[in-house]
């Protein structure tokens, strides 16, 4: 009988850990408590009557195909939708340029394979996606943060750090990892001054971006910002890989998203998902494309919208009320997207105060699992997307009776 398993795991994987927020819900099961630690869209915005009647008719008309293999890099039916789509955003693409994954996860993976060999270090926001972070793991990277401002990253640090991959003194950047709209997990957007200085720097040091935005059309106030990956196009160049998933725009449960950017980058990551995934169901793809091409789509991302910036405005009013008197808490005001980031003075370590809260019946992701390396303790990721507008009203009441007894 086989003793140890683990020494006939690969070097590689047997220190991984996988999603340490995944972990931490088994911690939330309970009803009763009040969860900003998910980051699921509400059900209320699924249009479950369009996805019923997409489903059935296509199987009703094409069902040998959908049952079946399908082609590994994506459908005819959404690459066009997609490319249709894309203009919307004043983005110019061909069918070369795009590879269908099984959703933004899947998407970031490839980034991940394509570009990192053991010890390379990579770029990213500080604070930053722990999806993305777990994803890029498995090539056991160095991550080199840089700290995010209220309007994105900071350019000058981000200057300071790739001067010092260059003259050796870090170990060279294979890329930079940004969300640039309403970013998970803080909420901040990049402004355009900041997308044009990224790009510049981009091209400077000949570093590609990845640009994730699985929120962009998530926008509840103010005006849009043009992806990087326009202004790139605008610009003539090639340095942005753009990661897209319907998770958020339309339901998670169809696994579904597109990476897009150079042909040699699309044609390698489709090389890779042959090894690691063969083709994203045919079914959820039609599924998909049939949302892109037959529904209103203004009408639906208003409809998005208008749900949305409700429960923002309701956490933000109750922000105010409960924690607004507590000295050194502060919070970010998100213009769209999921998620606030709560800041806390130093000498609070949130996945303590983790705990206590689940006692207190409210729970979020303590900011910690979002940094690549040295990370902060005082932080607390909190979703606004998913609990009713009562229960964000309730949850912050609770959540400030925790913080209350440490302050
Ligand atoms: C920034 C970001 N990228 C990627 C993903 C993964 O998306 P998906 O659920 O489509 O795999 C998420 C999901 O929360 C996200 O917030």
Redesign the pocket.
Known sequence: MRKAWEENFSKNIRDFKGYSIGKLLQYVKDPDIISFAV?MPSPDTFPRELLKSASERILREDIDHVLQYSPIPGEESLFESIIDFLKWDNIDIKKENILI????????DLVGRLFLDPGDSLILERP??G??LVAFEMEKPRFIGVDLEEDGINIANLHKKLEESKSGAIPPSKFIYV?PDF???SGITMSLEKRKGLLDLSYEYDIPIVE????RPLRYRGDSIPSIFSIDQDRKGTNVIG?Y????ILT?GL???FNIGASAVIGKMTNIKEANLLNTPKWNQDICAIFLKEIDLDKHFKKMQDYYRKKLEKILTALDEYLGTIDGVSWTRPDG???LWVTTPPSIDTMKLFYEAVEEKVAFVPGEASYGENPEKNHMRINFSYPSEEQLVEGIRRLAKCLKRHI
Request: charged content about 10%; aromatic content about 16%; hydrophobic content about 25%.
């Open positions: 980051g994954t099984s959703s933004g996860q899947h998407g970031l930053s996606f999806g993305a969300i970013q998970n997990p994730d935005s699985p929120y990661i998933t319907f998770s958020k998670p696994r579904v998203g997207g999921f998620f």
